[in-house]
């Protein structure tokens, strides 16, 4: 029985590596629907991203399975969609939308700290 989130992904260390497949695609569209969110949020101050609005979406649900893989065999005290993939998508979002990368530190990072907080340890 995995300790941490992250134990979930032993032999993946990114998103890229964790197969699009096996994503739910309610967990897709819920870090879609977060990503919306930040990028409208910041669209209403003037914010443009560098790529369109299609290339950004598809950079952050490309992410979305990595969630899947590490939230595997942890039961929730929570919607996992709601209290994990939802802010995950925006909060990925606004990080990208401040110029920052996507880095697998600051991507499993983000993801440790949802599903720890919305999970029964």
């Known amino acids: 029985m995995p300790t941490s989130p992250s134990d979930n992904v032993n032999a993946a260390t990114n998103s890229t590596a964790v197969a699009a497949s ?11 629907l977060g990503a919306g969110r930040a990028l409208d949020a910041r669209k209403r101050t003037g914010c ?29 005290h929570a919607v ?10 925006e909060q990925l979002a606004d990080h990208l939308l401040d110029g920052n990368e996507a880095t697998d530190e600051f991507v499993n990072t983000l993801a440790t700290t949802l599903i720890s907080a919305a999970s029964d340890l």
Not at 26 to 32: F, G, S
Not at 80 to 89: I, M, R, S, T
């Open 22 to 32: 096996a994503c739910d695609p309610l967990t897709l569209a819920y870090v879609a």
């Open 80 to 89: 996992f969609v709601y209290e994990v993939a939802e802010p995950f998508g």
């Open 48 to 76: 443009q991203t560098a790529a369109g609005e299609l290339d950004f979406i598809s950079d952050v649900i490309t992410h979305a399975p990595l969630l899947d893989a590490m939230a595997a065999d942890r039961d929730f």
